[in-house]
């Protein structure tokens, strides 16, 4: 096998919605910067996931998530000749709020923000250890033919279940039973305006309680299945015991997804109207909603993340309803009105840990309040955050919790980034 030496100031592992903006913000800063990345492109669940609607980046009329994740979306919705919402009043549903974009599109721009920051993307890569060296840490992975050795000062786990901070040793969190995950697909080859509502309904039912369709198949079993068929399914589907933690488990995961689709396209084109009906499209991956949660400096707690609790060293602003979803569903709980939640940088840090950050979906919080923190805009500014506290404690020659709070908050000033005041 080849063998690579690198050393870079600071390194990313996880290329998702997290890790692509921590990299990026670490290169703009002008430090050396690596990502590795086991997939074959950037984005995480917004592009390999295909959950293309990331949001929500305003709250209450005003913006409050914005930086390098904002721009690379407004580019890629400007690419795709593509239409922002009305961000001045405050929407009935929150989901009116999000943005669609074109998932390649958004993968390519952030490969191209990448690159032009001087990142270096090591695609097809997997850390196999890591190492606490005096200057930071040793990670040696590898890839196809390929074995890497990097030395780094700074450690960004970004990779959704904080796989690295469990590699090192620190304690991690995680529920008996994870939250259902979802293949995103798109069904079309029919004219709902032609179908009988009552006798798909009708056939619904009874492929429900024959077996024909299985329990989750349609997230919302409740609602009326031509609604379903109007969306042509995007993201409507449920696959319990979603498990991206070991790749086992993310092989049955998948597995699992794509059994899901072919009884839900069989099902639909037994249906009369329907004898044509396809698939447009379909990820290649089924979108993981929960793994690992670390156990940080400090928790975000449910009563925290509702109240709007602005804490003292708040990095980056959140907004999303409590979105749990289980076996029945799920039921997105708003936030007051004028409420938003901010994140801590200590929540970003594993508990007694030095030159390590974590950002994303696996940040220091309790189960609720990790629901709504897990959502793409949220996941791009606590990206954004680490990426900048990382640089600062490379340029101090200190560990991300001693970062000097005005330091690091004039670092994200600088490249666009919201930074939560008290008075909000």
């Known amino acids: 096998m080849e063998h690579m030496k690198d050393d870079v100031d600071v390194l990313v592992v996880g290329g998702g919605t997290a890790g692509t903006i921590a990299a990026i913000q670490s290169g703009r800063a002008g430090l050396r910067t690596a990502l590795v990345e086991s997939g074959s492109q950037l984005g995480g669940v917004t592009t390999t996931g295909g959950v293309s609607f990331p949001g929500l980046f305003h709250a209450w009329g005003k913006q409050i998530v914005a930086g390098i994740g904002w721009e690379l979306v407004i580019k890629a919705v400007a690419l795709d000749s593509g239409q922002l919402p009305d961000f001045s009043v405050s929407p009935e549903r929150h989901w009116m709020h999000q943005i ?50 990097i030395l780094t000062k700074q450690l960004i786990d970004c990779t959704g279940g904080a796989n690295i901070v469990g590699q090192i040793g620190f304690s991690r969190l995680r529920e008996e039973e994870t939250q259902p995950g979802t293949l995103i697909f798109k069904l079309g080859g029919y004219d709902v305006d032609t179908l009988d509502e009552d006798v798909i309904q009708r056939q619904f039912i009874a492929a429900m309680k024959d077996g024909r369709l299985q329990h989750g198949d349609v997230s919302n079993p409740r609602a009326r299945f031509i609604g379903y068929l109007g969306k042509g399914g995007e993201n409507a589907q449920h696959v319990f015991g979603a498990d991206a933690s070991t790749s086992d488990r993310h092989t049955k995961t998948n597995i699992a997804g794509r059994q899901s689709l072919l009884r839900i396209l069989r099902f639909v084109r037994s249906l009369p109207g329907c004898e044509n009906a396809r698939v447009l499209k379909a990820q290649a991956e089924t979108a993981v909603r929960e793994t690992y949660r670390i156990v940080g400096e400090v928790q975000i707690t449910h009563d925290d993340y509702t109240c709007g609790r602005h804490f003292e060293d708040a990095v980056s602003y959140s907004f999303y309803p409590i979105d749990l979803h289980d076996k029945d569903g799920v039921k997105p709980q708003p936030l007051s009105e004028g409420t938003v939640a901010t994140v801590p940088l200590r929540a970003l840090i594993p508990k007694n840990s030095h030159n390590l950050l974590v950002a994303g979906r696996s940040v220091s919080s309790d189960r609720l309040a990790n629901s709504a923190l897990r959502v793409q805009a949220s996941s791009m500014a606590m990206g954004q955050a680490a990426g900048a506290a990382a640089a600062v404690s490379v340029r101090l020659e200190t560990t991300p919790r001693d970062v000097p709070l005005s330091d690091l908050h004039d670092l994200l000033v600088l490249h666009g980034a919201v930074v939560p005041e008290k008075d909000t």
């Open 100 to 149: 669609r974009i074109n998932g390649p599109v958004y993968a390519a721009l952030a490969e191209e923000a990448c690159t032009q920051a001087g990142v270096q993307l090591h695609f097809y890569e997997i850390p196999t250890q890591v190492l606490e060296t005096d200057r930071g840490w040793k990670i040696e992975s590898v890839g196809k033919n390929l074995r890497r050795t």
